[in-house]
Every structure is written in C-alpha cells, then in structure tokens.
C-alpha cells in the first residue's frame, strides 16, 4: 500500500513557475513507478510525467516536455514536478499516482493522490 499526498498548487501567471509535491508514504521500491497526471474541466484526464523511483530515469508527454521537469527525493520519499512557462491551458487537477510497474507505460497507476488545484491566468 502506498499513501500519496500532494502539495504546492495555487493560482499563478502565464509564464511563471511552480512546484508540486508529492509526499508517499508506506511500502516504497526502487521499481516504484510515479507519475504526474492532470484533469482540466470538461476534459479527461492526461498523463503529464513519470519517473522511476530508483534510477530516476525520467518520461514526459509531448505538451509538457521541456517546460516540466519531474524529480525525487529519495531521502523525503517525495516526488516534485517543477513547472516553468505555464500556460492557461496548464490550468487543471494535478494527481499524483504510483504503481509497480514501467514508468513508460502511462496507464495502470494503483495509488493516486486526492489532487492539487494549478491556475494559469492569461
């Protein structure tokens, strides 16, 4: 079982910064997958990132990638996803989640977060 919280929403510019947090707490392994997924309104949710816990080894999805960046605190338990250049269209939930299994492989997540709120105004 693994217990995730997350953190660090808010409401912010077009083109600032932001950070969420992701404490989990419980059983952690180094093949632990976690990944960041969104949900704006109206829209389904969309996987955002994913990183394996224990290399690091990082995955981003097209929209995201090089203005996100996914990280861990392996000391913390704690994974980050640092947002840079954000968009209205970043405007959504933002979930935690985690699974055993490929970081790659976008579906299939067990453990999931009760979201933070991110706000892009333009």
């Known amino acids: 079982q693994v217990q995730l919280v997350e953190s660090g929403g808010g409401l912010v510019q077009a083109g600032d910064s932001l950070r969420l947090s992701c404490a989990a707490s419980g059983r952690t392994f180094s093949s632990l997958a976690m990944g960041w997924f969104r949900q704006a309104p109206a829209k389904e949710r969309e996987f955002v990132a994913a990183?394996?816990?224990?290399?690091?080894?990082?995955y981003y999805s097209d929209s995201v990638k090089g203005r996100f960046a996914i990280s861990r605190d392996n000391a913390k338990n704690t994974v980050y996803l640092q947002m840079t250049s954000l968009k209205p269209d970043d405007t959504a939930v933002y979930y935690c989640?985690?699974?055993?299994?490929?970081?790659?492989?976008?579906?299939?997540?067990?453990?999931w977060g009760q979201g933070t709120q991110v706000t892009v105004s333009s």
């Open positions: 989640a985690a699974k055993f299994g490929s970081y790659t492989y976008t579906r299939g997540y067990l453990y």
């Open positions: 990183i394996r816990w224990g290399d690091g080894s990082t």
